[in-house]
């Protein structure tokens, strides 16, 4: 069946830095963007960055611009956020998706992506 689980959140202090990775599975991997999604308690589901099917083209949040790389090795199954110079308010379960429509990048909102993994909990905090 089709999956997408993340792993490699946890607790880090301020300036930290964090990697996530998402494994994907019962699906062509190679013919979705993938995005890369948070939700703080309280809060709406946001966008933080999404990567097109090759990894060419890749889009961040003004959050985290600067401080996030997203990447994908297809091959391997796997689409990764490398987290950087962590803030408090970087705090919050980290999803991430496929792409509702196959072959093209559409916006990186949580309404163009589907099929939502368990989540990782990044928690940054002194």
């Known amino acids: 069946q089709l999956q997408l689980v993340e792993s490699g959140g946890g607790l880090v202090q301020p300036g930290g830095s964090l990697r996530l990775s998402c494994a994907a599975s019962?699906?062509?991997?190679?013919?979705?963007?993938i995005g890369w999604f948070r939700q703080a308690p309280g809060k709406e589901r946001e966008g933080v960055s999404c990567?097109?099917?090759?990894?060419?083209?890749?889009k961040y949040a003004d959050f985290v611009k600067g401080r996030y790389t997203i990447s994908r090795d297809n091959a391997k199954g796997t689409v990764y956020l490398q987290m950087n110079s962590l803030k408090p308010e970087d705090t919050a379960v980290y999803y991430c998706a496929k792409a509702r429509r196959p072959l093209v990048f559409d916006s990186c909102t949580p309404e163009a992506y589907e099929y939502w993994g368990q989540g990782t909990q990044v928690t940054v905090s002194s």
């Open positions: 990567i097109s099917i090759r990894g060419a083209t890749t």
């Open positions: 019962g699906f062509t991997l190679d013919r979705y963007a």
